[in-house]
């Protein structure tokens, strides 16, 4: 049974940090790439980061590239979202899911969507 669950979110001042961890169960992290979406209210969900598992490679939207971090530690089927700088936009529901492709646009390229992580971020 695939399942994937998000941990870390909370209530953070802007400017400051929270590492949100994807931790997986049920297949081999190497073989799919996990990426980190979110949802603001009132808006699309968006892709944020995603990891390669076969070479590592990382991706990032304009709007996170230099702020947040996302690694992964396959041994321990976790991947993890650091976030640093944070602004009051960056507040959503943050969610992780496993893909067949290191995309951050084609979410029908995912699956085994976790259940989400509140981040609120207080101007």
């Known amino acids: 049974d695939v399942q994937l669950q998000a941990f870390g979110g909370g209530l953070v001042q802007a400017g400051g940090s929270l590492r949100l961890s994807c931790v997986g169960s049920?297949?081999?992290?190497?073989?799919?790439?996990i990426g980190w979406f979110r949802r603001a209210p009132g808006k699309a969900r968006e892709g944020v980061s995603c990891?390669?598992?076969?070479?590592?490679?990382?991706y990032y939207a304009d709007s996170v590239r230099g702020r947040f971090t996302i690694s992964s530690d396959n041994a321990k089927n976790t991947v993890y979202l650091q976030m640093n700088s944070l602004k009051p936009e960056d507040t959503a529901v943050y969610y992780c899911a496993k893909g067949a492709a290191t995309t951050l646009t084609e979410l029908y390229e995912y699956d085994s969507w976790g259940q989400g992580t509140l981040v609120t971020v207080s101007s």
């Open positions: 990891i390669s598992g076969l070479d590592g490679s990382t």
């Open positions: 049920g297949f081999t992290f190497d073989d799919y790439a």
